[in-house]
């Protein structure tokens, strides 16, 4: 899948298309997370996927895409833009729609952006938030064992993962990938809130 002008209208397309849910409020804390569709030196279609840094207070070590809160005073989008501006240091990206948004057990309302990042950027993690950064091919989200759900004893949800190699992204962050794969880049109207976090993910 090539990094082009076709991918790009296909995505805002799909989305434009797409009648997002808007999560409810509740005592749920706003948060927003970047879908940043980036190319690789090969001029593949990626996306960026962070490990957090374990200093963090919170999920530490996780996978997650490029996010954080939003702050006083900002929409989502802007949330998501600031966030991958900080954590990566990309910037000056194209917004192509949003996402459902997904409700965590650990208690935020998470509004998915996506962005377009113009080819040949550079990626430079912040080493305070980042452990690790990787451009992921978007091949790698049709993989015929995605998604994978699997039954925990403390939910009758079933978890939702996404395939990374030989490794798997657990919900939210697969969650917000599957949606991606199939709202944007299939135009298939599909919905995710449904879908369980492993237990380690409710704090």
Known sequence: MRHDQSLRDRLSRNLSAHPRLRGDDGDLRHAAVAVAVIDDQR???????????????????????PGGRVDAGE?????????LDEEL?????????????????????????????????????S???????????LTELEREDAPQLVQIPESD?????????????????????????EVALHGR????????????AWK
């Not at 996927?49 to 070590?61: K, V």
């Not at 952006?113 to 113009?118: D, H, I, M, R, Y």
């Not at 080493?127 to 091919?137: C, G, I, M």
Request: glycine share 6%; with cysteine; net charge positive.
């Open 89 to 125: 240091a990309v910037r000056g990206v194209g917004v192509l729609g949003t996402l459902d948004d997904y409700s965590t057990r650990s208690g935020y309302r998470i509004t998915p952006v996506v962005l377009w990042v113009a080819q040949r950027t550079s990626v430079t993690p």
């Open 43 to 65: 001029g593949r279609a990626c996306y960026l996927l962070t490990r957090r840094a374990p200093t963090l207070r919170a999920h530490s070590g996780q996978w997650a895409l």
């Open 157 to 181: 949800r079933p978890v939702i993962r996404m395939p990374l190699g030989d490794r798997w992204i657990n919900a939210p962050t697969a969650a917000v990938l599957y949606q991606f794969r």
């Open 75 to 83: 929409d989502a989008v802007q949330a998501a833009c600031r966030e």
């Open 127 to 137: 080493p305070d938030e980042v452990a690790e950064v990787h451009r992921v091919p």
């Open 189 to 200: 109207a599909t919905r995710v809130a449904h879908y369980e976090q492993p237990k380690f």
